[in-house]
């Protein structure tokens, strides 16, 4: 288990119920002690659900193992019933989405440049924007970027006023201070939108069964997102 899956809290907790109508849950009630899954009594399993955390087992649990749930109000409950043929999945994979972005320095805002889409909202949140001009420079179209905020442009390649390349340089006093000068009407520029990068970390609980039929292995996933949402698939690897 990697550092991230061992510090990314949980949001939903299993339970285990038997035909005996007993059942095992992965932190006791009493306690908050962590049960393992592989304590669970495959021979009895008859009914496996995810629950959210209430704020009184949480603090248990977390007091054994500092950071191991969290409490996210209004999420549902997922129970399913296990056919005797039927054998359990239950997985807790955990996501990270690394994505770069643009930032204006003058206005703060946020955004994923991209000129063949409309705009819209990213899968992990952010808003995607095509805002961009066009400057032709030795035989090439190129875009370039305009903050959909405030309207600033990126970095050109030539100067807006006249037209001519524009020349990096760096400040006599610093070195490490850059700017950008037409060499021919002595405009200066500077770098206003900049290139970002961005992580989303998620987990994704998956529950299902699974059994053979005609020699070929049969599953039914449920693939469900930290809020609660889900997707349906019988692919294992589908996310």
């Not at 005797?84 to 997985?91: A, F, P, T």
């Not at 952010?126 to 001009?133: E, G, L, T």
């Not at 400040?171 to 989303?200: A, F, L, V």
């Amino acid at each position: 288990m990697s550092d991230y899956e061992k510090s990314r809290p949980l949001v939903f907790f299993w339970i285990a119920f038997y035909s005996d109508n007993t059942c095992l849950p992965q932190f006791d009630f009493k306690t908050g002690r962590k049960n393992d899954f592989k304590e669970i009594d495959q021979t009895k399993l008859e009914k496996f659900g995810l629950f959210s955390f209430n704020v009184d087992l949480a603090t248990k649990a977390n007091q054994i193992q500092a950071g191991i749930c969290e409490v996210k109000n209004n999420l549902p409950f997922f129970m399913m019933k296990l056919e005797k043929d039927q054998r359990l999945i239950s997985v807790r994979r955990n996501a990270i989405h690394n994505f770069s972005f643009l930032r204006c320095k003058k206005c703060g805002y946020k955004w994923q440049w991209m000129i063949t889409k409309t705009v819209q909202r990213a899968e992990f949140g952010m808003m995607i924007h095509p805002d961009h001009f066009v400057q032709r420079y030795l035989g090439k179209e190129h875009a370039i970027p305009k903050c959909p905020k405030c309207g600033t442009c990126a970095l050109p390649i030539l100067c807006l006023d006249c037209g001519f390349l524009i020349n990096e340089l760096s400040r006599p006093e610093n070195k490490s201070i850059h700017y950008w000068k037409c060499p021919r009407c002595n405009k200066e520029y500077t770098k206003d939108i900049e290139e970002d990068e961005g992580c989303i970390r998620q987990a994704i609980y998956l529950l299902g069964w699974q059994k053979t039929e005609g020699g070929v292995n049969v599953k039914h996933i449920m693939f469900i997102n930290e809020d609660g949402s889900f997707e349906i698939n019988e692919d294992f690897n589908y996310k």
